[in-house]
């Protein structure tokens, strides 16, 4: 066990749809990342905050949003969602800037 | 651009039969090198980081090793529990953490 709870574990939407993903990082963990995977496109890094800021931005749809929150959890917010959006979703905290990340065991969203 | 490549996508041993797996990686100012085990529909689990050229770590059957352009994950005398999926990533100077596809790991009794 990582330490990183992820909610819910399992999600089945319809097209059009939204949904939030929630993430609760390691105790004291001030950094969450939140990554995508498909069996195609492997681990795709989303979007990182630090103490509540956005500090990094990768290939995350504008359709996507993210926050952090002054507790430290994190949501991962999905938009009018497309059947291609279904994925593995994981999210990672680590204490700091430049540490390893530990993740969670992910949110299985399927979009029909 | 920062990229992370893993080789070969897929690898079956035989129990015992060693081996090493390549990560290869351009990235401006590496901050580290990680290297994770994947199961089917789990999350990665840490095993490893590296810093600097020339480091290496060990934890049981596996030894990673890492130098300016790559890293290699050698797996040792490997049993059928270490089939899993290998992940490696890299942490560049403006602290986006990038995964290479990731190398299947088949390790037949």
């Known amino acids: 066990d990582s330490g990183v709870t992820q909610t819910p574990k399992h999600l089945i939407t319809a097209t059009g749809q939204r949904v939030t993903l929630r993430c609760s990082p390691r105790s004291g963990d001030l950094s969450v990342y939140w990554y995508q995977q498909s069996l195609d496109q492997g681990l795709q890094f989303l979007i990182q905050y630090y103490n509540g800021e956005e500090r990094a931005k990768g290939n995350i749809l504008e359709r996507f949003s993210a926050q952090q929150f002054p507790d430290l959890h994190s949501e991962l917010n999905l938009s009018s969602l497309e059947l291609g959006d279904s994925a593995l979703y994981f999210c990672?905290?680590?204490?700091?800037?430049?540490?390893?990340?530990?993740f969670g065991e992910g949110s299985w969203l399927t979009v029909v | 651009e920062d990229q992370v490549t893993q080789s070969p996508e897929a690898l079956r041993l035989q129990e015992g039969e060693s081996s090493s797996l390549n990560c290869s990686y351009t990235?401006?100012?590496?901050?580290?090198l990680f290297w994770y085990r994947q199961d089917p529909g789990k999350g990665p689990e840490f095993l490893f980081t590296?810093?600097?050229a020339g480091e290496e770590k060990e934890k049981e059957r596996l030894k990673a090793t890492l130098t300016k352009k790559e890293s290699f994950l050698h797996i040792t005398a490997p049993k059928p529990e270490d089939s899993a999926t290998y992940l490696c990533a890299v942490q560049a100077e403006d602290d986006k953490i990038i995964f290479g596809k990731g190398t299947r790991l088949h390790i037949l009794p």
């Open positions: 990672a905290s680590s204490p700091h800037l430049t540490n390893t990340i530990y």
């Open positions: 990235v401006s100012g590496l901050r580290g």
């Open positions: 590296l810093y600097s």
